[in-house]
């Protein structure tokens, strides 16, 4: 990768547009970038100096993917930043998910905009010290589909690691698209060069997903970016029973709310009940989920969140899970793999000395 970038109607075994060889490798011959390759100045990318001098103010950069979109990545993203935030750190989350950008909306930063300054694009502040920068900022009608193709998503991604003004920050955190593609591969390029700490790994119990995963560990091999932990969302539904409405089927199988009634019924006969937390499988996780797989791909394996209605509000208006006792399900399971990330990448005496 070093060899700079690829074209897309490149022969196979391209050796790079920066390499040696360009233009002039046995694969080269009939490419259509020949003749460009062999007679472009080689060196370093330009945009790779530019990147690695804006990057050289980031103590740290965690990369955020998924193998599937819908499985909780940027919900993650979003919470993890906010909890290093509550401890004081500076924090910035940048949203390369260019096709679905939820960082604003789950940010509660909905309809801001980018300004710019003399040292660059601005981040949206949430707190003077959480800067968000999202594609959703540049975007004049939110419903509009983005559809650009791999150079157009690769050059945006290289502007917003360039051209942003982060100032100085403990933890950069990239909440990149599902998959491993084009911005995949742009950003760890991009990142490497500067020092990336690695990658969490976001996914839901059941095989579907993992499946996908599994090909995300090995980008992550390929590639050289170490796995700093898997996470395994959705695992399960768990609220409060008080939170829960109750149905009765009739015989013509209609619904019957009698939510009223049973709520009544447990107060009057066993009100320690409507204390308890409900707990339900709603994934199969019977092929023995995330911790399974981490075991067997021997990466580490971060923990679990459940499913928790109360989660899915708070990312919806754009709160933190942490600031009230709302995400009772939630918040606990969260708290936990963020201390245990902090451990693992030695960020938790910074933590300390932040007096968290
Ligand atoms: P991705 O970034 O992987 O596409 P999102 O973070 O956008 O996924 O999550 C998809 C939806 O699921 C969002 O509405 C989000 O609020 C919700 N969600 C994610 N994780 C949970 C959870 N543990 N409990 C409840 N809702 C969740």
Redesign the pocket.
């Known amino acids: 990768m070093e060899n700079g970038d690829v074209p897309e109607d490149a022969n196979e075994h391209c050796p790079g547009t920066l390499s040696e060889s360009a233009g002039k490798a046995d694969a080269c011959e009939g490419c259509p970038n020949q003749q460009a390759c062999a007679t472009a100045p080689k060196g370093p990318d330009p945009d790779l100096v530019a990147i690695a001098e804006r990057m050289a103010t980031v103590k740290h950069k965690i990369l955020v993917l998924?193998g599937k979109?819908?499985?909780?990545?940027?919900?993650?993203s979003a919470q993890l930043s906010f909890a290093l935030a509550a401890l004081d750190f500076q924090v910035g989350l940048l949203d390369i998910d260019i096709c679905?950008p939820?960082i604003p909306k789950m940010l509660g930063l909905e309809g801001q905009d980018i300004h710019q300054s003399n040292l660059g694009w601005s981040p949206v502040y949430v707190e003077s010290n959480l800067g968000v920068m999202s594609i959703g900022f540049m975007l004049p009608n939110p419903d509009e589909a983005v559809i650009w193709r791999g150079p157009r998503k690769n050059g945006l991604i290289k502007q917003f690691l360039k051209d942003v003004y982060w100032g100085e920050l403990d933890v950069l955190v990239v909440d990149a698209p599902?998959g491993t593609s084009d911005e995949h591969i742009s950003i760890v390029q991009c990142l490497q060069a500067t020092g990336l700490d690695g990658a969490i790994i976001?996914t839901t119990p059941q095989q579907v997903s993992l499946i996908d995963v599994r090909k995300e560990v090995s980008f992550c091999k390929k590639v050289g970016v170490p796995v700093l932990g898997v996470v395994e969302?959705?695992s399960g539904l768990a609220q409060p029973l008080s939170d829960f409405r109750f149905a009765k089927i009739t015989e013509t199988g209609e619904q019957n709310d009698v939510t009223e009634w049973a709520l009544q019924y447990m107060r009057d006969k066993a009100p320690e009940l409507l204390n308890l937390i409900a707990l339900s499988e709603v994934f199969d996780s019977s092929g023995g989920g995330a911790a399974k797989m981490c075991r067997e791909m021997g990466v580490p394996f971060l923990g679990k969140?459940?499913?928790?209605?109360q989660?899915?509000r708070a990312?919806?208006e754009g709160r933190s899970c942490f600031v009230d006792q709302r995400c009772t399900a939630?918040a606990p399971a969260l708290k936990s793999i963020i201390e245990k990330l902090l451990q693992n990448q030695g960020l938790s005496q910074m933590a300390k000395e932040n007096g968290a």
């Open positions: 998924s979109g819908g499985v909780g990545k940027s919900t993650f679905g939820s599902p976001v969302n959705m969140v459940p499913l928790d209605p989660l899915c990312a919806e939630s």
